[in-house]
């Protein structure tokens, strides 16, 4: 196996180019176990040190996050509070702070498991993965890159190089329920976006959810149903029926099924709650 340290997007991109199994490395969090699965690459690169994707750059209306950011730079930028603070708790909720430390929101992208944290609410706010090859730069939703990660997975010459996403008009919130506080892979998440009428009915809606399905993916039947309506006990119990109902269909025969379809009631309860409480609503 070849080694090499990246010094420049540019020259990683060659390099992809010039191999058939190359691998790359950020945080390596996931690398060691990655062997059992994909065996030993021909060329290893290490893109830790590439500063252009460890930036965080804010514009007027939108926020790029370079693939090679950190779960701890996410935590410590001012950036992600407020309308956002809901993207920070979910990158705080990661692992522990060894892992934050190294850990990479595009390792988190790519590694693509059901449990990344950081995904749900990152598709709520309908981000954009931005890819760069010797072909050129291809950019696609992150919510469609899951959806069809069959079809339109990241090529051995590709490298994610940032997210990309509109600075929020509503208010994003997340919650997560692990085996325990500490370290814990989710078991459930669910994140939440949710923008108020004037008279505190929902104007918009988006759900996405971790760990009850194949990948994170939205919740649109929970989404339909609450739109135009207030946030009460009874409308919160109906969307929990309708997100259990989906669930029933998505995660049929499995042993887990049972003790999800308890836990979800919580976990959207919390996300919910959460996001009417930062906009000033009590829920009755």
Wanted: charged share 30%.
């Amino acid at each position: 196996m070849k080694v090499y340290q990246g010094d420049s997007i540019e020259n990683v991109i060659r390099l992809l180019n010039g191999y058939e199994n190359p691998r790359l490395i950020a945080g390596g969090t996931d690398f060691i176990l990655s062997f059992k699965d994909n065996g030993i690459p021909e060329l290893l690169i290490d893109i830790s040190n590439i500063e252009e994707l460890r930036r965080i750059v804010e514009k007027e209306d939108y926020i790029e996050i370079g693939a090679g950011v950190t779960f701890t730079q996410i935590v410590e930028s001012e950036l992600f509070e407020g309308k956002l603070y809901g993207f920070k708790k979910a990158c705080r909720s990661v692992g522990s702070p060894q892992i934050r430390n190294r850990g990479t929101i595009g390792g988190n992208i790519v590694n693509c498991s059901a449990a990344a944290d950081s995904i749900p609410p990152l598709i709520c706010l309908d981000s954009t993965i931005v890819l760069k090859s010797s072909r050129g730069t291809r950019e696609l939703k992150l919510e469609q890159y899951l959806q069809n990660y069959s079809e339109q997975k990241i090529s051995n010459d590709e490298l994610l190089t940032s997210i990309r996403f509109k600075k929020p008009i509503g208010t994003l919130n997340f919650a997560k329920l692990g085996l325990r506080k500490a370290l814990a892979i989710s078991r459930i998440s669910i994140a939440t976006l949710i923008e108020l009428e004037e008279e505190r009915t929902i104007k918009s809606l988006k759900v996405s959810s971790g760990s009850i399905g194949r990948y994170p993916m939205r919740e649109i039947e929970v989404e339909n149903y609450l739109k135009g309506k207030r946030l009460t006990q009874n409308t919160l119990d109906e969307a929990i029926k309708g997100l259990q109902e989906s669930m029933d269909k998505r995660l049929e025969g499995r042993s887990t099924l049972a003790y999800k379809r308890t836990a979800v009631e919580r976990v959207l309860t919390e996300s919910l709650m959460e996001g009417m409480s930062a906009l000033g609503e009590v829920v009755l």
